[in-house]
């Protein structure tokens, strides 16, 4: 593509239109990348492995202003869901022992090892679900790092572009 680099310098520089970040992911998707846009392929690609992934329907929350850290807040997220489940596991435990039953959707199980293993599925279920929510944020490290690359890259061209200048 013969506008690539002035493409990518204005969809970094944050004044690219809708058509030519959609010119920009169709270049990096083919077959037809230049040597010196090699390193941007995969920063680009990620975007149509995210578009593509299924992910079960979510009620959007709307913020008033923008949380500082998504990692603390998952972070907080999982811990608090481990410590209602022990809350949960602790408060149970001495019912358990002193009723022997459990009553799920409105049935008495009196037998304790079956709602043991009720609970067990229904933590496992919940430790798989997160798991799959922090899938985006492990692949978002790696586009950082390629993004830090991308950086350094332009640093170092820019260096040289302004040596060059001052030898002329």
């Not at 239109?17 to 083919?30: D, G, I, R």
């Not at 709307?62 to 608090?80: A, D, G, M, V």
């Not at 430790?127 to 993004?147: A, D, F, H, I, W």
């Amino acid at each position: 593509m013969e506008r690539a680099d002035e493409l990518l310098s204005k969809y970094f520089g944050g004044t690219s239109t809708l058509s030519e970040e959609k010119k920009l992911k169709a270049y990096f998707n083919s077959e037809h990348v230049s040597e010196n846009h090699v390193i941007y392929k995969p920063f680009f690609q990620q975007f149509t492995a995210e578009k593509e992934e299924i992910y079960p329907e979510v009620t959007p929350i709307l913020r008033t202003e923008k949380p500082k850290n998504n990692r603390n807040r998952i972070l907080i997220w999982i811990i608090s869901g481990i410590a209602a489940c022990l809350l949960a596991i602790t408060t149970m435990r001495p019912l358990m022992q002193s009723e022997d039953y459990l009553i799920m959707k409105g049935k008495r199980i009196d037998n304790p090892e079956l709602a043991q293993q009720i609970a067990i599925k229904k933590m496992e279920k919940s430790l798989s679900m997160v798991n799959r929510r922090l899938e985006p944020v492990e692949k978002l490290g790696e586009v950082e790092t390629q993004l830090e690359k991308i950086e350094k890259i332009s640093q170092i061209r820019q260096n040289v572009h302004n040596k060059l200048s001052k030898i002329k």
